[in-house]
């Protein structure tokens, strides 16, 4: 299965040909999307900007430490 690359909101993101492969998103988006959660800010308004399911929003913010963590670590060792 062939590999493209697909760059929403200025971040690429890896995405085979089939359509209901899944997309895997960078550290960076993660740690972006989920330093945007705030008081009056829904999970529902940051999907909807970012074209990305409530549901997967809502798992990030629940791993919000080992994703910051893991891209804090990652811009250490660069």
Not at 4 to 17: A, F, H
Not at 50 to 75: C, D, F, M, R, V
Request: hydrophobic share 30%; glycine share 6%; charged share 35%.
């Amino acid at each position: 299965m062939s590999r493209k690359t697909e760059t929403v909101n200025g971040e690429r993101k890896k995405r085979t040909r089939d359509s209901k492969s899944r997309k895997a998103y960078s550290a960076q988006l993660k740690a972006k999307i989920v330093q945007k959660f705030e008081p009056g800010v829904t999970q529902e308004m940051i999907a909807g900007k970012y074209g990305i399911s409530q549901s997967l929003i809502s798992k990030w913010l629940k791993e919000k430490e080992s994703i910051i963590s893991a891209l804090t670590n990652k811009n250490k060792t660069a």
